[in-house]
């Protein structure tokens, strides 16, 4: 008798994290789905800034880049981040609470900040690459959970190294797609046992974090506060091009 098991399991597509951005040369990132994570606090404003009713949002890696969009002549925000802060002479920089349906219904933001636009760039060769946030936790998992492809989630980390709010969103999702069609990894099965120490209290695990103290010392602790909604909104930004526009599901 042949034991077909372990065909079975290899054919299955996988559920993977990967912890750092600069972990993300160990992985053929053509064969995935990428979830981008930047919890605090990139891809928090760009899952709110689309639901809010943005046209698009533009993630550059560069401020140069950013700053080059005011030369094209059409109507763009500019929006700039650096280590917390907003860069001098943009429009913006990170916060969720700058991409209010006022602030950003109908336009078109152009973006770069220090971890969550770098991630995505250094993800582009993914099969596609969607955008995670406790914000739109339920909505993303319920689309991943009806793809039948390899899924990697990028934690953006800090300056390309490991951060425990990305780790923990990663683990979330991994929580919602336990006992789906999907194998994990060690790094997934770690960042879901992450979770289960902090579910219950998101915002008392999550005070102690390296960032978090960043953005304390820069008076914006609602800001975390924000961060840590969870299914506040259902859109699900994806990449078309340059562009990060709302998934039609």
Known sequence: MVDNTNSVTQSRPRLEVCLTPALLPLYKVEEYIVVVIDVFRATTSICYGIDNGAEAIIPVSQVEECAAYREKGLSYLLAAERDGQVVTGFDFGNSPFS????????????????????ALHLSRSAK????????NLTALCNWLHGQHENILLVCSGWKNNFNLEDTLFAGAVVEQLKGSAHRTDDPAIAANDLYQLAKDDLAAYLNKTSHSERL?????EKDIAFCLNVDLTTAIPVLQGEKLIKLNV
């Open 128 to 135: 596609q690459i969607v955008i995670g946030s406790f914000l």
């Open 99 to 118: 991409y209010t349906a006022e602030k950003v219904a109908g336009k078109t933001v152009v973006l770069t900040t220090t971890n969550g636009t770098h």
């Open 216 to 220: 304390k010392q820069l008076g914006i």
